[in-house]
């Protein structure tokens, strides 16, 4: 990775209590190369005196003195003198955690127009709270349809913010297509402006889990102060003013056509969560507004797109809008309240409507099999669980129609699956480590046992792990009660610690059956590098000292290879569209890989499946050990606890070459999997 400059532009105006910590907090970046740019937006406090002090602590300071002209006019014109091939704002009355630019810098130079990150609001006692405010994803777009879906439903909705220093920007694409922010003083929210007009060219926007910023709540801030405002007139400029900038780029013709429910999105959500009268608050909003004419007109047209507000909200929360719309038009609260009297009476009818999701739920075949709660967050190795699983059916099952309903999706999808789901169908439940009081998928199996008793449900191989407490003995008490023959529970373990808790625990059917990924082989004939890969855990599943990944990489510098940092935990969520690419990607990196030094079980796995040499180490339980037992007649596997261990089997793996995977040995056990599948 390249390390380009990035820079920093902090706009400050009457913070003098508050600088000193914020411009620290920017110099102290672990990351270095970077320019930061302190803008004194004509503060009347000692605040420019204090950032030429700090210019001359630190050269990468540039200091820019200029008469008052607002949040976005002190931004502007840090850009306007910014050389950095990335651009990152930090207010001046809050802080950076020091790893923030080191975290998203690598994403950028992966490809990322935009990395959203999370953030820690600082109370007056000074305590962080984390505020895990945005949806965790990544967004790839190949066409302008898919990105302005996403503007309407990430951005405009809020689910992944729109707060100029909750986010990495790049200067190139800034410049390209002339964008800056527009004046605070004449619109609200000019983070929300900058965002909508700088995401209509994007190709490329991830949101990872990390909270790096810290946000310092205090009452006479700004942004305090304009909240207790009505606000809905200058809302009414912002939406102008995108409209106005949005008109000008071809790439962006989608979205002008669309433009009334991105209006409506804009100027709606403030009133939506007044606590006044809605009668009065409405002549209020009205009052505010000084171009009327433009706000009405967007408001009228907007039932003109009620497919398309369906297709962002559901026909329930559309039909609701539609609703509010009218009134804030008409003013007839009681039309209002009768409307969605009966929205709400026939939600059911609303929600069953859907074509897409009836099709399946609806079919007249005698039984189905539904696959729930696989993995749609960031592990990888749980992502290549659920496409094995869907491998294993393929092969083994029969011709049943299978539907997959991730974790995410099953909050949603729990009204069709109560619906439609008959007691002949099939219920999977995804295997992996995830069976016990640690884990939130383990409340969802819970009720789905629960829920659907009458029906054959199968657990994929499991490792089971309570913790030795009250709130573990708890947990187990629960599942004793559920997993039942009457319930109808057949449930295989990937690991004979767990087979021995199950049958020792429970009364239902168990089997011991190696982790469904082994099932698959991935050799091929890649070409491999002379570097060795090293995926380390940095959770709490973690028991690799530092130490002794200080010993390894001393190991691999002395025999003048390179060691590469990888981990099959990404810090962003992928959707089951995305899943196979990066399952591909990861499994690349080990097929050209000469050995893997791992502490994660799917790192031993994806080297067995791949035939690359590996040394497993142990991590919290006893899962990676386990498995181990299974694959152990593979010459190119070892796991090591000493570093003695580590060091022999580094020795001995690293001269061998052209491995291949032979799960032969495993089949009789996968061959109990496919009979329990294939039940009547």
């Given at each position: 990775m390249s390390n380009p400059i990035v820079s920093v532009i902090i706009p400050i105006y009457n913070v003098s209590e508050y600088v000193d910590a914020c411009v620290e907090s920017a110099c102290r970046q672990s990351y270095t190369n970077l320019e930061i740019i302190l803008v004194d937006d004509g503060s009347?406090?000692?605040?420019?005196?204090?950032?030429?002090?700090?210019?001359?602590?630190?050269?990468?300071?540039?200091?820019?003195?200029?008469?008052?002209?607002?949040?976005?006019?002190?931004?502007?014109?840090?850009?306007?003198?910014?050389?950095?091939?990335?651009?990152?704002?930090?207010?001046?009355?809050?802080?950076?955690?020091?790893?923030?630019?080191?975290t998203v810098v690598?994403?950028?130079?992966?490809?990322?127009?935009?990395?959203?990150?999370?953030?820690?609001?600082?109370?007056?006692?000074?305590?962080?709270?984390?505020?895990?405010?945005?949806?965790?994803?990544?967004?790839?777009?190949?066409?302008?349809?898919?990105?302005?879906?996403?503007?309407?439903?990430?951005?405009?909705?809020?689910?992944?913010?729109?707060?100029?220093?909750?986010?990495?920007?790049?200067?190139?694409?800034?410049?390209?297509?002339?964008?800056?922010?527009?004046?605070?003083?004449?619109?609200?929210?000019?983070?929300?402006?900058?965002?909508?007009?700088?995401?209509?060219?994007?190709?490329?926007?991830?949101?990872?889990?990390?909270?790096?910023?810290?946000?310092?709540?205090?009452?006479?801030?700004?942004?305090?102060e304009q909240n207790k405002k009505i606000n809905v007139g200058r809302l009414n400029e912002l939406s102008k003013a995108v409209l106005n900038y949005w008109s000008k780029f071809a790439d962006c013709n989608e979205l002008v056509k669309r433009f009334p429910v991105a209006h409506f999105m804009i100027v709606s959500h403030v009133m939506k969560n007044t606590r006044e009268p809605l009668k009065t608050y409405r002549k209020k909003v009205l009052a505010d507004i000084q171009d009327k004419n433009f706000f009405k007109k967007n408001i009228k047209q907007l039932f003109r797109h009620n497919k398309f507000l369906c297709d962002i909200y559901g026909k329930v929360f559309a039909y609701e809008s539609l609703s509010f719309a009218q009134f804030l038009l008409h003013g007839s609260y009681s039309q209002m309240a009768l409307t969605n009297r009966l929205i709400y009476k026939i939600q059911d009818i609303l929600i069953s409507s859907d074509k897409s999701k009836k099709e399946v739920y609806s079919s007249k075949k005698d039984s189905r099999i539904f696959l729930i709660a696989t993995e749609d967050f960031g592990n990888i190795g749980d992502h290549q669980i659920a496409e094995s699983i869907h491998y294993f059916v393929q092969t083994f099952g029969t011709n049943k129609i299978f539907k997959e309903i991730t974790c995410r999706e099953y909050k949603n999808e729990k009204p069709y699956l109560k619906k439609y789901i008959r007691p002949s169908d099939i219920i999977l439940l995804t295997g992996g480590g995830n069976f016990g009081n640690e884990y939130a998928i383990q409340e969802i199996r819970d009720e789905i046992i629960k829920t659907w008793p009458q029906n054959f449900k199968i657990i994929f191989p499991q490792t089971i792990y309570f913790t030795n407490d009250s709130d573990g003995e708890k947990a187990l008490e629960k599942t004793k009660q559920l997993y039942t023959k009457q319930n109808n529970v057949v449930l295989f373990l990937r690991e004979k610690p767990s087979f021995e808790f199950a049958q020792k625990h429970y009364l239902c059917e168990s089997y011991l059956v190696p982790d469904i990924v082994l099932s698959q082989n991935m050799c091929d004939s890649t070409k491999r590098n002379e570097q060795v890969l090293l995926c380390f855990r940095s959770d709490k599943e973690r028991t690799t000292s530092d130490q002794k990944v200080d010993f390894v990489k001393d190991i691999i510098s002395q025999k003048s290879l390179s060691a590469v940092k990888t981990d099959l935990q990404l810090?962003?969520?992928?959707?089951?569209?995305?899943?196979?690419?990066?399952?591909n990607t990861a499994l690349n990196q080990w097929k050209t890989s000469k050995?893997?030094?791992?502490?994660?079980?799917?790192?031993?796995?994806?080297?067995?499946?791949?035939?690359?040499?590996?040394?497993?180490?142990?991590?919290?339980?006893?899962?990676?050990?386990?498995?181990?037992?299974?694959?152990?007649?593979?010459?190119?596997?070892?796991?090591?606890?000493?570093?003695?261990?580590?060091?022999?089997?580094?020795?001995?793996?690293?001269?061998?070459?052209?491995?291949?995977?032979?799960?032969?040995?495993?089949?009789?056990?996968?061959?109990k999997l496919a009979d329990v599948l294939k039940h009547d």
């Open positions: 009347p406090d000692d605040c420019p005196q204090k950032c030429d002090d700090w210019a001359k602590k630190d050269s990468r300071i540039k200091v820019v003195h200029k008469p008052n002209g607002g949040l976005s006019d002190a931004r502007n014109a840090g850009l306007d003198v910014a050389t950095g091939k990335y651009i990152y704002f930090l207010d001046g009355d809050d802080t950076i955690e020091p790893n923030l630019i080191e690598p994403y950028m130079e992966d490809g990322a127009d935009m990395v959203v990150f999370n953030w820690n609001k600082v109370t007056n006692n000074k305590t962080p709270l984390p505020m895990a405010y945005h949806e965790l994803g990544l967004w790839e777009f190949d066409n302008s349809t898919q990105r302005n879906e996403f503007i309407f439903k990430y951005v405009l909705s809020g689910k992944i913010g729109w707060d100029a220093w909750s986010r990495i920007y790049s200067r190139k694409k800034i410049e390209q297509h002339h964008l800056r922010f527009a004046d605070n003083r004449k619109i609200f929210a000019e983070d929300l402006y900058f965002c909508l007009c700088y995401c209509a060219h994007t190709k490329k926007i991830i949101s990872i889990d990390s909270f790096l910023y810290n946000y310092l709540v205090r009452e006479n801030s700004i942004m305090g810090n962003y969520h992928l959707n089951k569209k995305q899943r196979v690419a990066a399952i050995l893997v030094i791992t502490d994660r079980l799917h790192g031993m796995i994806f080297a067995a499946i791949t035939g690359t040499p590996c040394i497993a180490l142990s991590n919290y339980n006893h899962k990676v050990r386990g498995t181990y037992e299974f694959i152990k007649y593979l010459p190119y596997i070892r796991f090591a606890e000493t570093e003695e261990e580590i060091k022999a089997a580094f020795d001995e793996l690293i001269l061998m070459d052209n491995c291949q995977y032979d799960n032969t040995p495993l089949l009789a056990y996968y061959e």
